[in-house]
């Protein structure tokens, strides 16, 4: 593998640019599985200083592996949080600013591995820088003349903020939608896209509050759009998906024996649920949702809003309770008609 620039695109599902928190990253290779931890690191270093940080791999597997240590660059790909390895230019200085210890070592089943990562910065380092850690295991299949594969990698995310006085953080709400105009029941899902103007990596925060009042007064609910305080990276854009679940009825993921039953796309089924404890919750009308996004620019608090409306008509359910109220009326009244009519035919009878 002998080329300038080799991307590598992360085909582990889970693996998020923006995540804080901690969530084991499985790698599955014919009989290889690793487990590294942390996800993402994030590290705030002023320049001339050193810190060290210890990572950790566990091999999942029954037999111990020859885990060998590599440095490449991430960058952000599409609007996910996803990331793509990238091999640093040999002109990348701050590749050299990274050690390991060790570089190679034997990771035995069943047991977490610590690696010591040393990022030691120049005086002249500026604004941020994006690593990736990459544990390769020492595994060659030689299934072709001349050909080497190497199986299976899990990758750590590290981003450093060297707080350089020439940092810009600028955030934008580049959108703010409801998936549907229309819902029959929640949850409802709302989609905002947060575009970085800056030149450093910034964890947006804030939330998505729901009211029936245009003027967002009473609000019913309050949801986190960033819980996991997920970074956007400088000159890229990241969606953040918010969904209010919380009405009656409502639907839900599917599930049997505890395990969420998928489609044959992959998709999870979704069931109808009616938990009468949620029957205060019963929604209908229309709806306003504002986003509040607030970051740091560094001077002061920055606040961002928008607002879309959206209507729930659960139509199905109010289409059969008012069938079943006009068949009780009509039944209430036949009943009276009957009574009233009843004391006249007694009399004719005592005549």
Same mark, same amino acid.
């Given at each position: ?53 210890? =990572? ?129 029941? =929640? ?116 606040? @961002? ?13 109010? @289409? ?7 068949? =009780? ?12 009519? =009843? ?9």
């Amino acid at each position: 593998m002998r080329m300038h620039k080799i991307h590598w695109y992360l085909g582990i599902a889970g693996v998020f640019l923006l995540v804080a928190v901690m969530r084991p990253l499985p790698a599955h290779a014919e009989g290889i599985s690793l487990t590294t931890s942390p996800v993402v690191l994030n590290l705030a270093l002023q320049p001339g200083t050193t810190e060290t940080r210890t =990572l950790q791999l566990m091999n999942n597997g029954s037999r111990p592996l020859k885990i060998n240590m590599s440095l490449n660059v991430f960058s952000a790909k599409g609007q996910n949080g996803d990331a793509v390895i990238t091999e640093p230019s040999p002109e990348d200085p701050s590749i050299k600013w990274v050690s390991f210890s060790p570089n190679t070592f034997i990771a035995k089943p069943g047991v977490w591995s610590p690696v010591k990562m040393t990022l030691s910065l120049p005086q002249d380092a500026k604004l941020g820088y994006y690593y990736a850690v990459l544990f390769k295991p020492d595994i060659a299949d030689q299934s072709a003349a001349n050909t080497t594969v190497i199986r299976g990698t899990n990758a750590v995310l590290v981003l450093v903020d060297t707080h350089s006085a020439n940092e810009q953080r600028t955030l934008d709400i580049q959108d703010f939608s409801v998936s549907q105009g229309l819902y029959e029941y =929640l949850p409802a899902t709302f989609k905002v896209t947060i575009h970085n103007r800056g030149n450093i990596y910034t964890a947006p925060a804030g939330n998505v509050y729901i009211s029936q009042n245009s003027d967002m007064s009473n609000s019913i609910a309050a949801l986190d759009i960033n819980p996991g305080e997920g970074n956007v990276l400088p000159q890229s854009s990241r969606t953040f998906t918010v969904d209010w679940a919380d009405g009656f009825p409502m639907f839900e993921d599917k599930k049997v024996n505890g395990q969420v039953v998928q489609d044959a796309n992959g998709n999870p089924v979704k069931q109808l649920s009616w938990s009468f404890a949620k029957f205060s919750k019963f929604r209908f009308g229309e709806y306003y949702a504002k986003i509040t996004v607030v970051y740091n620019d560094g001077k002061r608090v920055v606040p @961002l809003t928008r607002v879309v409306s959206f209507w729930v008509i659960p139509w199905k359910f109010m @289409l059969v309770t008012g069938i079943l109220l006009i068949v =009780l009326v009509v039944g209430l009244i036949s009943i009276g008609r009957f009574a009233i009519r =009843l004391p006249r035919r007694s009399r004719l009878y005592r005549r």
